[in-house]
């Protein structure tokens, strides 16, 4: 079952700080939802594992993200893959570019594509999609944050 999705965030801070802290791997554990491990591999990549609940099925994830198309300080492509066991699997990316706003501010655009396979695809397109939004939210709220000190 395949989703898109897509969005936009002010940040109050330079897109130079913004784009640091897209690639600091403590800050990108501490933001997304459910992570619990989050190790730097090789030059652009990591090896990942998040507990995740969609409706009634949880599951922990084992997967590797990797950074693609890298543009400094204006963007580049996460993408990553990840096994839940019995509960499925999810792969997709996301196109996140950087650029300015007014105040000295930097504005984060974002395309999500992802896929999500097994036991977790029969839960049905809306509670996915809800989900996937409720976690994207929850993740660029931490960032800001964490962007903001």
Known sequence: MAMTMNGEVQLAASREAVWAKLNDPEVLKACIPGCEELEKTEDNGFRA????????????????????DLDPPNGYRISGEGEGGVAGFAKGGANVRLGDAEGGA???????????GGKIAQLGGRLIDSTAKKLADEFFANFAKAVQG
């Open 49 to 68: 594992t998040a507990k995740m609940k969609v409706g009634p099925v949880s599951a922990r994830f084992k997967g590797k993200v990797n950074l693609s």
């Open 106 to 116: 930097t504005r984060l655009s974002y395309d999500v594509d992802a896929q999500v």
